[in-house]
């Protein structure tokens, strides 16, 4: 069979390498990145031409052909097609895995339906002015017919096009008036496409010109791209780096190019829509995964340059500047000139599962040099491993020690636990100086916030008898109380069920133990019955615009007490947040991850930088059984330097990140007995190629998830070493293993530079 008729194909599954097809005579061939339909077994299936096919194919493999081309032109460029195989070598996986996850469903179903509206227009016989004169004296007589028509000459303007619904609603007639004076040639009726993405309507402004740590945290980026693709901004909480970002982004386009500006939590994208939208009008486009499948198809579509229209007018092509979580990566950029990843810090950067299980800071770094890009990281709490980067000068460092107009950094108040336990000093959870400044606060007209890292009501329920804890049936973990709807919920899988009245082992009651930020809210509201409280977490937040309308509603001062988790931690502004309580920091800081301390201290450091943002001097109050650990007294300093070496030289003795690269393998099987043999062969045979590189069998803090028995090996290779060669062998031991008849059906996988 000839080659020059062959496309390997990339699908949409996690099944090694690419697929080839042939290509029938008669059909053009499909240039890298047009859709097509191939059948794969009984059924057909849409996936990417990724190149002509070049090697050698075995005499007896029959080649089936391609149903259908899609396109005409290429959705998916070149560019990112490069970024695909990165993620798929870098981060091992399937380029099947990351079609997945960088195409909207509906483009890859190719089941995305267009908006449409019914349009009404005068007929092409009536443009003559004359003409629409004659026409009004003859509808006198016709009274519903000549208010329609006046209704449309009102609403028309230069477009000339008027919405049909619209129209009949503000009119006031009957449809069936509009369909007599459509057959009367007065008027035409047709559907045009239109957009679901919103438009923005208000009065562009300028920036904010900036202050002198501003300008030259300006100055200083400029200069540091001249030598170097990436720049880390080391700016203290409420220094002003999103003014900074604002007139970088300006600059950007100025010169022509597109932006991304990515931020961890669909919640930062609501404040900060508004302050971009307020520079740049419709050239932002915001992208995240509350948006639904024909949403973000015609995001991608904007992206890539295409147009739409909204009530009959061609809009201006935008997707100049793109504001979007992780996932925003994968959009189809044409000309991206800068890359500003806020927050770098954040752990939310990193996706989990599914595959690919990339770092988006990662994979913006490595996509702006085929852009030829600038990318600034930004921060107030840099990552160990971007802060070791620029002090190596592989980055370069700027940095912005001071607040906005010479604020003050909030004073932090450590509360001792375990003094006003003994003392009886406790309101629920809330020790009494805690009570007794939320009180202060809020008589002052000042806005309080509340963190507690965990959502429901209580981490479980107990029994008073025998101590028996719930259980899910899938993981194995307790299941977490919600008293709002008298629920137990596995924040694992997902797995809920009314929560039970008695034990069912002794029939004895059950009690709540520990607490949630549902829990919180109920006792605030108990010791201040007066005080407007919210509650901003995963179950308040659920549907498409919740983040929005808790934010607005803070904003605006209807509510006077936020409760929430570390949806609330980072990069929100609130004039009137004088105080901060914190209410468990040693479960943050507990945690058995070599990062524990690290990730403690930047989300404490980020809710703590929430309070004083404009005005007097801001507090944070710590409630904590530990006051004199080590992370609080940096943490009282506002001493991120000291923490940078203090666990940079941990991480060199112990042999962690930055040092040293982590490669973590997971294994799962609903069979314990199969994980667990399958686990033990894979360390062996690791061993025997990597040697001391490789951990033993490691039993995760969740053993088993999803009713899936789960295992795991820690490789470590110093850096230096020829991690790709590392990884191919890893690929070939875990084929080796996964053979073996005692072994198949194992789920094994690997997440590189896990967190």
Wanted: contains cysteine; hydrophobic residues 40%.
């Amino acid at each position: 069979m000839k080659n020059d008729q062959l496309v390997d194909i990339i699908l949409p599954l996690a099944i090694a390498g690419v697929f080839t097809y042939r290509i029938d005579q008669g059909t053009i061939m499909p240039m890298p990145g047009v859709r097509v339909m191939v059948p794969l077994g009984k059924k057909s299936i849409t996936g990417i031409v990724y190149r002509r096919h070049t090697g050698e194919l075995p005499q007896h493999v029959t080649i089936k052909s391609v149903l259908q081309v899609l396109d005409n032109t290429p959705i998916v460029s070149e560019k990112q097609i490069r970024l695909w195989e990165w993620l798929s070598d870098y981060y091992m996986c399937t380029l099947g895995e990351v079609l997945s996850a960088a195409l909207p469903a509906g483009i890859i179903d190719d089941d995305y339906t267009a908006l449409t509206m019914q349009m009404v227009r005068l007929h092409s016989r009536l443009q003559d002015a004359s003409a629409m004169g004659s026409l009004l004296e003859g509808l006198k007589r016709a009274k519903a017919q000549e208010k329609l028509l006046r209704c449309f000459l009102s609403m028309a303007g230069e477009g000339g096009v008027v919405e049909r619904r619209e129209l009949l609603e503000r009119s006031g007639v009957s449809s069936s008036v509009l369909r007599t004076m459509i057959d009367k040639q007065i008027f035409d009726e047709n559907q045009r496409v239109i957009s679901r993405l919103r438009r923005y309507a208000g009065t562009k402004q300028l920036p904010n010109p900036l202050d002198w740590q501003q300008q030259s945290a300006l100055n200083a980026i400029g200069e540091s791209w001249k030598t170097k693709d990436v720049c880390l901004l080391h700016g203290v909480t409420s220094s002003g780096k999103t003014e900074v970002y604002i007139h970088l982004i300006q600059q950007a386009l100025q010169a022509g190019k597109q932006v991304l500006y990515l931020v961890p939590e669909i919640a930062l994208t609501t404040q900060l829509t508004e302050r971009l939208q307020a520079i740049f009008g419709d050239q932002l486009i915001v992208y995240h995964s509350r948006f639904s499948s024909a949403e973000r198809v015609e995001i991608y579509r904007e992206v890539r340059g295409e147009r739409l229209e909204v009530r009959g007018e061609r809009l201006e092509v935008r997707g100049k500047v793109i504001l979007g979580a992780r996932s925003a990566i994968f959009l189809p950029f044409s000309d991206l000139g800068l890359i500003i990843v806020d927050e770098e810090h954040e752990p939310s950067y990193k996706q989990q599962d599914p595959a690919p299980r990339y770092h988006a800071r990662s994979a913006a770094i490595m996509m702006a040099g085929w852009y030829g890009a600038k990318v600034l990281l930004g921060t107030a709490t840099p990552s160990l491993e971007s802060y070791h980067n620029a002090l190596l000068g592989k980055y370069g460092l700027v940095e912005m020690k001071e607040r906005f107009r010479g604020l003050r950094l909030p004073h932090i108040t450590m509360v001792d636990l375990q003094r006003q336990y003994h003392r009886k000093e406790m309101y629920g959870h809330f020790a009494d100086p805690v009570v007794y400044r939320i009180r202060e606060e809020i008589e002052k007209g000042k806005q309080v916030i509340l963190f507690q890292n965990r959502r429901g009501y209580s981490p479980y329920l107990q029994c008073v008898n025998c101590g028996e804890v719930p259980k899910c049936p899938n993981c194995d973990v307790s299941m977490t109380y919600h008293k709002s709807n008298a629920t137990l919920v596995c924040h694992c899988c997902g797995y809920a069920t009314q929560a039970p009245r008695q034990c069912p082992k002794c029939g004895k009651e059950y009690r709540a133990q520990g607490f949630g930020t549902e829990r919180l809210e109920e006792e605030i509201q108990q010791l201040f019955p007066a005080a407007r409280v919210a509650r901003m977490d995963l179950d308040t937040t659920r549907k498409k615009d919740g983040h929005q309308r808790i934010i607005d509603q803070f904003a605006h001062h209807e509510v006077d007490i936020l409760i929430g988790t570390q949806m609330v931690t980072k990069g929100l502004h609130f004039d009137d947040v004088s105080l901060v309580v914190v209410l468990q920091a040693d479960s943050i800081l507990n945690q058995p991850n070599f990062r524990s301390y690290e990730h403690g201290f930047q989300m404490l450091e980020q809710v703590s930088g929430r309070a004083g943002r404009t005005g007097m001097q801001g507090e944070v109050m710590i409630q904590t059984f530990d006051p004199k650990g080590p992370i609080f007294d940096f943490l009282q300093r506002h001493d991120y330097l000291s923490l940078y070496h203090q666990q940079i030289a941990e991480r060199q003795l112990f042999g962690f990140p930055p040092f040293h690269r982590m490669i973590l393998l997971t294994m799962k099987h609903r069979d314990l007995v199969r994980v667990t043999s399958t686990s033990q062969q894979l360390q062996e045979q690791l061993r025997a190629v990597f040697g001391k590189r490789i951990s033993g069998v490691i039993l995760p803090s969740i053993a088993r998830l999803q009713n899936m028995h789960v295992r795991q090996i820690r490789i470590t290779i110093e850096v230096g070493a020829n991690v790709a060669r590392a990884k191919q062998l890893l690929h070939e031991q875990i084929s080796a293993v996964l053979q073996q008849p005692h072994c198949k059906g194992t789920i094994v996988y690997a997440d590189v530079d896990p967190m």
